[in-house]
DNA sequence: GTCAAAATGGAGCCTTGGCTACATCTCTAA
DNA sequence: TTAGAGATGTAGCCAAGGCTCCATTTTGAC
């Protein structure tokens, strides 16, 4: 093999631990964009409620998310995204609906394929996304 | 709908969540069963360096096994697994193989399959794994 | 057999992502 | 118009999972 075993595999599981950290963030950016669409708002409370966790997480998440440019929010005004924030909300969108649409097709059920996706698209790389693509295209 | 979207949703996410808690202890008893079966013996250091972590950071972690019932360690002697750590490290060994195969199998490249699983598999349930067997006994 | 290198373990620090409890603001219904 | 409900924000706590730095133990080379 090319490189040592050990560091092909640190590798991997470095990749898995920094995919774990912006994970929440996609979330919180993907049930954002979903709320603004189909509620017109997004406010913390929702936030916290659709995500099942307390209020004052949701806040504090929502600040990281400031931090990170990808969203804006005002004291007492509800939350929206940055331009960069909806960009990557159209990209975890778009990876969401790819695993699930190829999860039913290998025969998940429909609650389950939705269910494991919520965790398992934020460890799909570029290269399985085009795949998956693929995969769907060759048996439409 | 049977039930309000909000609560499908959170428990989707929550059910994410507690898995990642879980996904760290499954990487260290697979990568320590690995070791055993290979090197004939699992050091701290090793766990370490395969995984990209600091040695402390191991040391630590595999104190967590240790109190989760999963591993037992003597100082300066290595780490082992009980019976049910063996377990557990038997479940996640074939649930990898599924992943990567199925992946395979789909068309992803050997290299991102393997990348890749290392993250997904801990959030592929019982009843997508069957369909994973069914869908791959199909195509044999 | 000794001593230096390597492995091991521990202490203490940081960030993240949870929580509860409390304080403050907004808004709506009477 | 004003009280009370509900939403929002803040503070402080915890555990997990990283890290570095240091002390100790083991081991291997001479």
Same sequence: chains 1, 2.
Avoid: C, W
Avoid at 1 to 7: F, R
Avoid at 10 to 19: C, N, V
Avoid at 58 to 78: C, D, E, Q
């Amino acid at each position: 093999m090319a490189l040592p075993t050990e560091l092909i595999q640190a590798s991997r599981f470095g990749k898995a631990r920094s995919a774990q950290s912006t994970a929440l963030l996609e979330d919180y950016v993907e049930l954002i964009a979903d709320l603004l669409a189909n509620e017109g708002e997004a406010r913390p409370t929702d936030i916290a409620r659709r995500l099942g966790v307390s209020h004052a997480t949701a806040i504090k998440t929502v600040s990281r998310l400031k931090r990170a440019g990808l969203a804006t929010a005002r004291p007492y005004r509800g939350v929206f995204l940055t331009e960069k924030g909806e960009a990557l909300a159209q990209r975890v969108r778009t990876r969401h609906r790819l695993v699930v649409d190829v999860l039913r097709a290998i025969g998940v059920p429909l609650e389950s394929a939705e269910a494991d996706a919520e965790g398992i698209e934020h460890y799909v790389s570029e290269a399985t996304l085009q795949a998956f693509s693929r995969f769907l295209r060759g048996r439409a």
